[in-house]
């Protein structure tokens, strides 16, 4: 079983200015190692959705980076992402993967819930993500985590998980101690007082120093 975590990126939930925004996620790229950007933009058109993919899909991808959409299947397909992620009132998981086909990723929102979670994995989840585990203003998170999820689950499952909620630099390194195989990140990146690079750099010291915590497998 792997003692690897590593960071997935979320873009902030409204993007004003694509060409500003691109170069700040350069300069969180420049930051460190990150294993995904998660595109999620909610209450704008399909072509603003599309307009954002062709913009940092290309950023993302000349840094081995993989590219997510959030809650669009369909676009996601359409778009030639990399995966699409899921909520539980979003596309149902069977429908999403007939769409994203078996090469793609489908990654599951299961707030505090092994069995959503198990549900998710027998189905055939690229992963889970549990939480929130800190408070957030990103989004409204209608469940609060205890780490102990992700200890549980990565003693008992293959599936990775992904870990969200008010995630920052002070209190990531808890969390891959857990057990978590990504910390999925979005404020605690772009709203960093000393700016994008120097978060991902912080984060990626943080994880390092929880994954050097965690007992042996």
């Not at 990140?185 to 000393?194: F, L, M, R, T």
């Amino acid at each position: 079983m792997t003692l690897d975590c590593r960071l997935y990126l979320i873009t902030p939930p409204a993007l004003a200015d694509l060409a500003a925004f691109g170069h700040e996620l350069s300069k969180a790229l420049d930051g460190g190692d990150v294993a995904a950007l998660q595109i999620r933009l909610k209450d704008v058109s399909d072509a603003a959705i599309a307009e954002a993919v062709a913009a940092l899909a290309p950023i993302a991808r000349a840094r081995d980076v993989a590219v997510i959409l959030n809650d669009r299947p369909d676009l996601a397909a359409s778009l030639d992402c990399d995966g699409v992620h899921v909520g539980q009132g979003d596309t149902p998981y069977a429908a999403a993967r007939k769409l994203m086909g078996k090469d793609r990723m489908v990654g599951v929102t299961c707030h505090d819930s092994r069995h959503l979670a198990m549900e998710a994995a027998e189905a055939g989840a690229d992963y889970v993500a549990f939480g929130a585990f800190f408070p957030t203003t990103t989004k409204d998170a209608p469940t609060t985590a205890d780490p102990e999820i992700l200890s549980i689950w990565q003693e008992v499952m293959e599936t990775p998980s992904v870990a969200i909620g008010g995630i920052t630099a002070d209190n990531a390194a808890s969390l891959a101690t857990a057990g978590a195989d990504f910390l999925a990140v979005s404020a605690g990146v772009w709203a960093h007082p000393q700016g994008p690079t120097a978060a991902v750099a912080a984060l990626n010291a943080a994880i390092a120093a929880g994954l050097a915590a965690r007992s042996p497998a």
